[in-house]
């Protein structure tokens, strides 16, 4: 029997409803062992840095310039006098060549020769971007145990917890292009999420539990999907639609969690690993794995996914658009290299004893979905 399982039957013609609760219930109760559960599945409609960039003074040193004034500092880096410079801004401008851009997009030096700063960014000179010194709050969560007693930790906005590790959002934290809230995104952020959504298949959430509306037990499973996300009209994700799973063990993560007063946290902080896309990260991997999750009285979800990312990763995926996305969307792609290297705080090399990972924290929202898996028997729930 293929079933369906959906997150809200209550929003389909009653009869509908009738039909799809009457087949969930039939088929887990007919499974040997299984008692009777509640299961709601969502599709991810929105997933990217859960950033809280209020005001200036996080960054007392200064938010970090665009490239039309990054890139005259890198020119004086690389040697050339004022004159020189004022020439080729001056060609520019005339469009009589664009030789500060044809600079900059062979700006590293190996062995005295233009070199890809992209693909290798540590032949480059570090031009020292600003990170977030100021500023108390960020998302996430106290990842190395240490709590209020960690000197760079952060308070997380939401829950006031203290020791909050993220230091993504402080290596991040004044480069215009990532600043912006939860409410607000991040320019970055918002031109990656139109990006993956209609190129990436989907990612969906199945939460199973004794009874959703109590506090106790769950399950959290997170998949991958065989189609793309569907969209409303205006770019909101549908609710309400149906996916099929994607049966690759790789985006397949089953965690045990608990159902507080409306909030779900993850019980055990192993990996968690999900396919995603060349354009940001190509395969999305955390350790020290946490997640709250808020089941809203409107149906829907949405949370915080955090632990430590491989920096690297991190990195690939501004190499892999540049130079167009330094000019357009991020400054510096060289600078974002070392400032993730700089901040990084987990995983030490054993050879180099450099920090391989960094804390991170991401925000998704998810609205209500249905799933079945590839072969039409049960999905959902781990």
């Known amino acids: 029997m293929s079933v369906v399982l959906t997150a ?11 039909l799809a609760t009457a087949a969930l219930t039939v088929s887990v109760l007919a499974l040997p062992g299984v008692a009777a559960a509640e299961t709601r599945t969502f599709v991810v409609g929105y997933f990217g840095q859960a950033t809280h960039n209020v005001q200036d003074s996080e960054c007392p040193a200064g938010i970090n ?36 851009n044809e600079i900059m997009r062979m700006r590293g030096r190996v062995n005295g020769q233009p070199t890809n700063p992209y693909a290798y960014p540590a032949s480059v000179t570090d031009p020292k971007l600003n990170a977030m010194t100021g500023g108390k709050y960020a998302y996430g969560f ?26 993504m959002a402080r290596a991040f934290g004044c480069s215009r292009a990532f600043r912006g809230s939860v409410n607000a995104r991040s320019a970055y952020w918002s031109w990656a999420w139109a990006q993956l959504k209609d190129s990436q298949p989907a990612w969906v959430i199945t939460i199973t539990g004794a009874d959703l509306a109590k506090d106790g037990d769950v399950t959290v499973t997170f998949d991958r999907a065989l189609h793309y996300l569907k969209s409303n009209i205006d770019g909101t994700p549908r609710a309400d639609t149906t996916y099929r799973i994607d049966p690759d063990p790789r985006s397949h993560n089953v965690l045990p969690g608990r159902l507080k007063d409306g ?7 192993g990996s968690f690993r999900m396919l995603q896309n060349p354009m940001v990260v190509n395969d999305f991997k955390l350790t020290n794995t ?20 491989l920096w690297a990763d991190i990195y690939s995926g501004f190499a892999h658009s540049a130079p167009a996305m330094e000019v357009c969307i991020t ?6 290299y070392y400032l993730l290297k700089r901040h990084a705080d987990a995983q030490p090399d054993p050879k180099t004893g450099e920090n391989s990972a960094i804390s991170t924290s991401y925000t998704l929202m998810a609205v209500p979905a249905f799933v079945v898996s590839p072969d039409g028997k049960l999905a959902g729930g781990g």
């Open 8 to 18: 809200r039957t209550h929003a389909l013609p009653f009869k509908l409803a009738v």
């Open 65 to 100: 310039p665009d490239v039309t004034v990054q890139y005259l500092k890198n020119l004086v880096t690389l040697g050339y006098s004022q004159a020189e410079i004022d020439k080729m801004v001056n060609q520019s401008a005339d469009n009589e060549g664009g030789s500060v």
């Open 142 to 167: 106290d990842l190395d145990g240490k709590g209020a007693e960690s000197p760079k930790a952060f308070e997380d906005p939401e829950t006031h917890q203290a020791g909050v590790d993220n230091e």
């Open 263 to 269: 909030v779900i946290q993850i019980t055990e902080h």
């Open 290 to 309: 946490h997640m709250r999750l808020n089941l809203k009285p409107d149906g829907t979800l949405d949370g915080i996914l955090g632990g430590y990312q």
């Open 331 to 336: 400054g510096d792609i060289p600078g974002l």
